[in-house]
């Protein structure tokens, strides 16, 4: 079945540091690649997406690759600032119609002034 | 535009007691998710529907849960009777027709159930 495997908080880190947050996946075919947001108190929200290996998916900052040799969607930031701190999901949809999208088990950052 | 509406936001409840929680879909939007959030699972696929279809109900922990769709623009998540490990925040989601761009999910701002 498909899965997503994405590194286990929380990751702490001083404002304008580099972030990075991996994520792996495991699905036949091409699926579309997802990176959400949660920040305290809200519900996810769509932070990037690519559909298709060797896409790069980017917005606020955020950027991640979508990798089909190593089957990764990492997701980075150059640099961190504290309104980023929230809960990271890696997410992945099956190619080929509607099929259930599957969630990683999020990653909560902290960015401390 | 209107994103996903849920309510109500915060509830508080008795054991036993019978809860509703009630979604407004974003217009248009042919797919509708329900699902559970606790610190202990994570983010759980409850069910979810396809022009107002269930189609697959197999996250659905127990018979005491229950998901309707009475039309495009309004769908309930039922409790009862509920129980203390039912707390947890419950999201509501939809997307439209699958489409060459994936895809994309759009959530409420949930619904934070507390079962005593």
């Known amino acids: 079945g498909n899965s997503v495997t994405q590194m286990e908080g929380p990751v702490t880190l001083s404002e304008e540091a580099f972030l990075t947050i991996n994520c792996t996946y495991t699905?036949?075919?091409?699926?579309?690649l997802f990176w959400y947001v949660q920040y305290p108190g809200e519900g996810l929200q769509l932070l990037l997406k690519a559909t298709k290996a060797d896409d790069k998916g980017s917005n606020k900052g955020f950027e991640a690759t979508y990798r089909k040799e190593t089957t990764s969607f990492h997701l980075e930031k150059g640099s961190v600032q504290v309104s980023d701190s929230a809960v990271y999901f890696c997410a992945l949809s099956p190619s080929g119609g509607y099929q259930k999208v599957t969630f990683g088990i999020g990653t909560k950052l902290q960015v401390i002034p | 535009d209107a994103g996903v509406i849920q309510s109500p936001r915060h509830e508080v409840t008795e054991m036993g007691q019978e809860v509703t929680l009630r979604c407004k879909p974003i217009?248009?939007?042919?797919?509708l998710f329900w699902y559970r959030q606790t610190m202990m699972r994570g983010l759980e696929l409850l069910i979810y529907f396809n022009n107002n279809v269930p189609i697959d109900d197999s996250g659905m922990p127990e018979d005491r849960f229950s998901a309707k769709m009475p039309n495009a623009s309004f769908s309930t998540l039922k409790i009862q009777p509920s129980e203390p490990r039912d707390s947890a925040v419950y999201f509501c989601?939809?997307?439209?027709?699958?489409?060459?761009?994936?895809?994309?999910?759009?959530f409420g701002e949930g619904s934070w159930l507390t079962v005593v």
């Open positions: 699905a036949t075919g091409y699926p579309s």
């Open positions: 989601a939809s997307s439209p027709r699958t489409g060459s761009s994936g895809n994309t999910i759009y």
């Open positions: 217009s248009g939007h042919d797919y």
